[in-house]
């Protein structure tokens, strides 16, 4: 089926991925099971911009769904899943403050 190598690692669920750490299981399975709380939590992380990768397909979530992200004064990009990841490793290997939360 699906699934994320990251380094050495594989996974066949939902996940958030930052430089320092890979948060496993991460809720939502599919774009339309995202909730605000999902959200929440992506605003008390330590980044300065979020890329959701929403799957196979680009799928925007309803903004109100996000607001906590924008009140956290993070920055939020959403892209299919494969371009959420290449875009990451740009990211990363430029520096910056980023995580990737990932939806199979």
Not at 36 to 62: C, I, K, Y
Request: charged share 20%; hydrophobic share 40%.
């Amino acid at each position: 089926d699906k699934e994320l190598v990251v380094g050495d690692s594989r996974y066949s669920c939902s996940l958030i991925v930052m430089p320092e750490r890979i948060i496993a299981e991460w809720h939502p399975r599919s774009p339309e099971q995202l909730q605000a709380g999902d959200f929440e939590m992506l605003s008390t992380l330590s980044v300065d911009l979020v890329l959701l990768g929403t799957g196979r397909r680009q799928v925007f979530p309803q903004p109100p769904l996000y607001r906590s992200l924008i009140d956290a004064g993070k920055g939020l990009e959403i892209m299919d899943t494969p371009a959420a990841c290449r875009t990451y490793n740009v990211l990363i290997s430029e520096g910056r403050l980023v995580a990737a939360a990932l939806i199979l």
